[in-house]
């Protein structure tokens, strides 16, 4: 054979076969992997957040508190005060127990569903009967607010998160 006569055509080999191109579909493990954390990561922030912005209540209602003390050490009143600790609580047992029905109790009754609360009984036999008894009082002398107002945190501060709104959202 010379060198002349030689043609690649006429070998006997066969063409280049590329192998079929990678598909996109199914993934490959580290991927669902990625997808499963992505997921559980976005499911976490989001419960976080909602219980971040059913804590808020709780924060406001103590940051409330502060103000009402503020409000006492600048003008005395201790009717004030009372009437200022009293419509705090009801608001924030209204939003924190809302199937309690606890708009309506007054009384004992209010103060025991406040004690309910609390591994002691301080509102129906501590500082706290002021809550039922200063309205109907002509004129409050003397009482112990740091007591009352501590009592008052102390109940705000063990709160559970405020349940999620029923209903539509606007």
């Known amino acids: 054979m010379s060198s002349a006569s030689f043609s690649p055509d006429s070998l006997p080999l066969r063409d280049i076969h590329l192998p079929p191109s990678i598909s996109w579909w199914p993934p490959a493990p580290g991927w669902w992997l990625l997808l499963l954390v992505l997921l559980l990561l976005i499911a976490a922030l989001y419960a ?99 007591a009352l107002i501590s009592l008052c945190r102390r109940w705000l501060q063990q709160l559970p998160p405020a349940p999620k709104p029923q209903g539509r959202r606007k």
């Open 48 to 146: 976080l957040y909602q219980r971040r912005q059913r804590k808020q209540l709780q924060r406001l209602a103590l940051f409330e508190l502060e103000e009402l003390q503020r409000q006492y050490s600048e003008v005395e009143n201790p009717q004030q005060l009372l009437e200022g600790l009293s419509r705090l609580l009801r608001q924030s047992a209204i939003l924190h127990f809302p199937q309690n029905n606890c708009a309506g109790l007054v009384g004992e009754g209010w103060l025991s569903f406040l004690d309910q609360q609390l591994d002691d009984q301080p509102f129906s036999q501590g500082p706290g009967r002021l809550l039922a008894e200063g309205p109907y009082l002509p004129r409050i002398e003397q009482i112990d607010t740091e």
